[in-house]
């Protein structure tokens, strides 16, 4: 059943893949999505056979691998409550993502290589999280960013699509590069890349020096570093994110399969996974948690102030990962895992009912050209709330159980970080509130701007132009003086774009989604956070001799507990007042802080710094090199040198060949003449 869950959409690929153009579009869709839709119930039979502790931990051994000396590496598939979880995640996220896909990308005319690409970012993604051995989790690991690439750039036709695919790609490496050093490390330090021997050599490491860098370092910090700085990447942290906006550029469907569930996740997986390690290094811990709350609260902050509709989702998945780390550097492993299974449902919940909205907006992602939508697509409002709520952490929904619990884990952890990233998450908070209800009441709610964005595109496109560079207050000023008909044209032109609500097989998994936005919490909590989650987890997370989060978070004082709610309902209403009671504040607030405001949207300047710092640099090095060395030095004086030489050569020596008798006579006395010379010269001597 194992390698049925893994091996399926690999299947898929291939098919879709290699005779998509022979088969079709619809054959393509359908047996791709079939495929999905078996591995996702075979991960559920999983699944529940954890929950009930009928289904022991196995590994399943496919073949070997290769060996080398003492390193051996097998194919072999771990599965554990951990990954049972994690099964349940991608599977799931992605056969409704694949059945989303049918509808919203029904006219696009490379579906075939669409949907190859989807189960081929799956397959990946569940050789990742299956993996018995770090070297095989690394596959998994540069399967995923490979993918990613090719669904981001997936409409390569456009520049910034390709720009993007290109940096998300180019910034992962870099992650990527500290993975690998850490499994290195990681072997010379067990003799092992497998799990198991690795997880039992790991106390004996806690105080090992190894010299590094010159110096003596522990051993399990510095390894335990690099390792985070892969999840760092892949998991768009705090300094390795700016991909994570820009992979916005690629299809609908591929923002919630890569940014809500499965690739983003794959970092916060792989520290929990090697949780034993991590747990000899409290330092390595505490820089987690750092990393963690500073992202939660930056990405919260550029959420705030965000136009287009599918980044504003980006930011909060960014911060929710941070809330993520935030849970596992503090030592709860289990509450990570958990923000991370609600945060599939709710996540993927709100991208793909953005992705509903833009179908109805005929492909418009600015918020500001929308409005009044709640009665032209009633059942996606009706889904976005849901979402929303779950997301801002409403009393009962999944986002409340999972997210809170990290908040109030937070505050019971030790040392300063925890007390930083204390601060900073519950702070976001309330920005993730403000922000996530701002979007619903730009879209759904106010006057309707999409008729005469229709009538009025030019001077709308002027704006939206500057708005990169200009206060939104500025732009949004030049917006509504184009939009200032009155009531009459208003009606004259209300049909000038009409929205529509979108066709079942869209909606289907946003009501699948929605379920679970609702109720995953409650039904799971007990498991994963609660009573019952010693039992349920057995020895698939590591909790050390000293780890008593769990236990503590019990015992924090209620005004804390209920630090979250009152953080939530404080960025409902100050978004209520800002968006509806008093719709022109934002614009105010946009003019009274233009720097602010400008700072944060252009995202702290963080594109433009590392452009600065590393991308310019890269191009003068690159063409320092191109031009001085390669042309001017090495071609010049090799290859192009000696080749244009004999040309020279060959075109003075041609001259000779004319066809003229008296020249060919001449040469020959001129011959005959050298050799007379040179032998009369010789016999001199």
């Not at 132009?465 to 004259?492: C, F, L, M």
Request: with cysteine.
């Amino acid at each position: 059943m194992y390698q049925a869950i893994v091996f399926l959409p690999l299947a898929g690929f291939l098919i879709a893949g290699l005779f998509g153009r022979f088969i079709g579009p619809r054959p393509s869709e359908l047996f791709t999505t079939s495929l999905l839709f078996v591995a996702a119930a075979l991960a559920w039979v999983t699944f529940a056979g954890f929950l009930t502790n009928q289904s022991p931990s196995s590994i399943e051994l496919l073949t070997s691998w290769f060996n080398s000396g003492t390193l051996h590496v097998d194919w072999a598939l771990r599965v554990d409550t951990l990954t049972a979880v994690m099964l349940v995640v991608v599977t799931t996220v992605s056969a409704l993502v694949h059945l989303y896909s049918m509808g919203y990308m029904h006219d696009d005319p490379s579906r075939p290589r669409f949907f190859a690409y989807l189960s081929l970012f799956t397959f990946a993604m569940l050789m990742l999280v299956t993996a018995d051995n770090l070297v095989q989790m690394f596959f998994g690991w540069e399967g995923v960013g490979l993918a990613s690439y090719l669904l981001i750039g997936f409409w390569y036709q456009k520049p910034s699509a390709n720009a993007a695919a290109i940096k998300a790609f180019v910034v992962n490496r870099v992650g990527d590069f500290g993975f690998t050093l850490g499994i290195f490390l990681v072997f010379i330090l067990t003799n092992s890349v497998t799990f198991d021997p690795i997880f039992a050599a790991a106390p004996g490491l806690a105080h090992k020096t190894i010299h590094v860098f010159g110096a003596d370092l522990d051993a399990m910090t510095i390894t335990c570093l690099l390792l985070f700085m892969g999840a760092m990447g892949k998991s768009a942290q705090f300094l390795l994110h700016t991909w994570l906006p820009d992979a916005m550029e690629g299809p609908t469907p591929v923002s919630a399969l890569i940014h809500a569930a499965t690739m983003v996740t794959a970092g916060v997986f792989m520290v929990a996974r090697l949780s034993p390690l991590f747990e000899q290094s409290p330092t390595a811990l505490a820089f987690v948690t750092f990393i963690g709350g500073t992202t939660a609260f930056f990405a919260a902050t550029i959420g705030l102030v965000q136009n287009d509709i599918k980044r504003v989702i980006a930011y909060s998945t960014c911060s929710q990962l941070g809330y993520m780390f935030v849970g596992l550097g503090v030592g709860g492993y289990s509450l990570g895992i958990f923000h991370l299974f609600t945060h599939a449902f709710f996540k993927a919940l709100l991208f793909l009912g953005a992705g509903s909205v833009i179908m109805a907006m005929h492909h418009e992602q600015d918020m500001r050209k929308m409005g009044d939508l709640a009665r032209k697509i009633p059942v996606t409002f009706v889904m976005m709330t849901v979402g929303t709520l779950a997301l801002t952490g409403f009393p009962l929904t999944a986002g409340y159980f999972s997210k809170d619990a990290i908040i109030e884990a937070s505050y019971v952890g030790h040392g300063w970080t925890a007390v930083y990233a204390f601060i900073l998450v519950t702070v976001a908070a309330g920005l993730t509130s403000f922000y996530s209800w701002r979007l619903v009441f730009m879209t759904f709610f106010g006057r309707a701007h999409w008729d005469a964005a229709h009538d009025d595109h030019a001077s709308v496109a002027v704006a939206h132009r500057h708005a990169d560079h200009a206060p939104d207050s500025h732009a949004a000023a030049h917006v509504d003086h184009s939009h200032s008909h009155d009531e009459h044209a208003h009606d004259e032109h209300a049909h000038a774009l009409n929205p529509h609500e979108s066709p079942p097989v869209v909606l289907i998994p946003l009501y699948v989604l929605a379920f679970g936005a609702l109720v995953a919490g409650l039904i799971f909590k007990h498991d994963f956070i609660g009573s019952g989650s010693a039992e349920f987890w057995k020895s698939s997370l590591f909790y050390g001799p000293e780890n008593h989060i769990l236990e503590a978070m019990e015992h924090v004082p209620a005004l804390v507990s209920l630090f979250p709610t009152l953080m939530m309902l404080g960025g409902f209403f100050l978004a209520l007042y800002f968006y509806i009671l008093a719709p022109g504040t934002a614009q105010k607030w946009a003019e009274a802080m233009p720097g602010l405001y400008r700072f944060l949207l252009n995202k702290w300047y963080f594109d433009e710094l590392y452009d600065r710092i590393f991308v310019r640099p890269a191009f003068w090095l690159g063409n320092l090199f191109w031009k001085g060395g390669d042309q001017n030095i090495i071609d010049r004086l090799g290859p192009d040198g000696v080749a244009a030489r004999v040309v020279d050569v060959t075109n003075r020596v041609v001259r000779l060949q004319s066809g003229y008798l008296y020249h060919y006579a001449l040469a020959m006395l001129i011959g005959v003449a050298a050799l007379i010379t040179y032998y009369l010269v010789g016999s001199l001597r």
